[in-house]
């Protein structure tokens, strides 16, 4: 089992929920970017350095409905991150003993 | 209703819709294109910016079907019918985020913080969302 799963579902932009995870959250811990939070992975963001940085720290997961949902489905995403869907979102769920959603 | 036909076209008011918001995590987005469609019914002199999460409104394929959710960013299209033409996208919340104009579904003028400013002040009522 690893640690612990984080979930943001808030926008980089306009809420701290992702900087706060990635200052705050033990090295080996995954991370789920869904709902706006979706936006953090994008490539060509002046943010993507956030993630990017932070590979060897963190699995990052991204959820493909909310991706598709905001248009993004064509859009590049930060190299490393992994693109799940809603049964993918339950594995990581499982595979977690404890889920944080930092909302 | 008569008073109203009477004395209403007479006063037409400057109004601007800001959206700050992105789609589907919240329901600002879908709210504010509503009450920009309705108001645009009164004759009024509207404009609508996107600004900060605001400009994601606009990206092009969104697919909503795994959400669940209705995809309203097609509905922007209709913003031409209803007579609202000025419509106004900040380049750096654009640039911010890796997107261009390009990225939008309906044409928009690209404008920069400097100039927004300028449109902004020039309004007699401005809605935030």
């Known amino acids: 089992m690893n640690s612990m799963l984080h979930l943001i579902n808030k926008s980089p932009f306009e809420r701290t929920a992702l900087d706060s995870c990635l200052r705050v959250a033990k090295a080996g811990s995954s991370i789920l970017l869904i709902e706006d939070g979706v936006y953090a992975a994008l490539k060509n963001a002046a943010h993507a350095i956030k993630i990017s940085t932070r590979m060897e720290d963190f699995s990052f997961y991204v959820l493909g409905p909310d991706v598709a949902a905001r248009g993004l489905g064509d859009t590049p995403l930060i190299e490393g991150i992994t693109v799940v869907d809603y049964e993918g979102f339950v594995d990581l769920v499982a595979e977690h003993e404890v889920t944080q959603s930092w909302l | ?129």
């Open chain 2, 1 to 129: 209703m008569e008073e109203w036909e009477e004395s209403g076209p007479e006063v037409v008011k400057r109004f601007m819709y800001v959206n700050r918001r992105a789609p589907y995590g919240t329901i600002y987005a879908l709210e504010c294109l509503e009450v920009v469609l309705i108001a645009a019914a009164f004759d009024q002199d509207v404009s609508v910016v996107f600004l900060d999460d605001g400009v994601c409104q606009l990206k092009k394929n969104q697919d909503t079907t795994a959400i669940g959710m209705k995809n309203f960013s097609r509905t922007y299209g209709a913003l031409d019918d209803y007579d609202v033409e000025k419509i106004y996208v900040e380049k750096e919340s654009l640039e911010a985020r890796g997107l261009t104009a390009d990225d939008l579904v309906i044409p928009v003028e690209v404008i920069a913080a400097d100039d927004l400013r300028d449109v902004m002040a020039q309004q007699d009522v401005v809605i935030s969302s």
